[in-house]
C-alpha cells in the first residue's frame, strides 16, 4: 500500500467586526500542511477575526516516486490532486472574483493613496455577490474530495 503525504487547499473567511458570526464576504485560499495552524498564522496579522469554511484533501508531493515509469517518457506521472496544482486550479476557477488590493482598501476604510499595500496579496477573493455556499459547491462539484488520490493510490495497488 502506498503512504501518501497529504496536505490541504482551504478557504479562510474575514469575520465582521460589529458580528464576527458573519462573513464579510472575503475569502482566502491557499494550501497548507495543517489549515488549523496556517489559520492561527494569518490571525495574528488580521484586525478581524478569521474562520476556516473548507478544506480540500490533496497529496503534499508532486511526483509519486513509488509508481511504475511510463514507458513513453521514462517519467513518473503527476498526482492530480498535488496540493500546489489544486490550489491553482481553484483560483483560476474564481479568478473573476480576485481582489484587487484597491478594492479590499476601500472595503475595510484604509486609505492609501499611493497603491502600495496589498493587503494579503492576490489570494484573497470577494465573494459577495456569488455566496460561499454556491462556491464550496462549485469546488466540491469539480474536484470531489479524494477521487483522484484514491484512485490513483488503487490503480497502483492493483498495477
Known amino acids: 500500500m502506498i503512504e501518501l503525504e497529504l496536505s490541504y487547499v482551504y478557504i479562510i473567511a474575514e469575520l465582521d467586526f460589529d458580528d464576527d458570526s458573519k462573513h464579510t464576504g472575503f475569502y482566502k485560499i491557499g494550501k497548507a500542511q495543517d489549515p488549523f495552524s496556517r489559520l492561527a498564522q494569518l490571525q495574528t496579522a488580521n484586525a478581524r477575526g478569521l474562520q476556516l469554511v473548507h478544506t480540500i484533501q490533496c497529496s503534499k508531493r508532486k511526483w509519486d516516486w513509488d509508481s511504475p515509469t511510463d514507458p513513453i517518457t521514462g517519467m513518473n506521472p503527476v498526482i492530480e490532486e498535488y496540493v500546489g496544482n489544486r490550489e491553482m486550479q481553484i483560483q483560476d476557477l474564481f479568478d473573476d472574483y480576485r481582489c484587487t488590493p484597491d478594492r ?29 455556499d454556491k462556491v464550496i459547491d462549485m469546488i466540491d462539484d469539480k474536484f470531489p ?7 490513483k493510490q488503487l490503480s497502483l495497488e492493483f498495477y
Open 145 to 151: 474530495p479524494y477521487l483522484g488520490v484514491l484512485e
Open 104 to 132: 479590499r482598501l476601500k472595503q475595510n476604510h484604509i486609505e492609501d493613496a499611493d497603491d502600495t499595500r496589498t493587503y494579503g496579496g492576490n489570494e484573497w477573493y470577494d465573494f459577495r455577490k456569488i455566496g460561499i
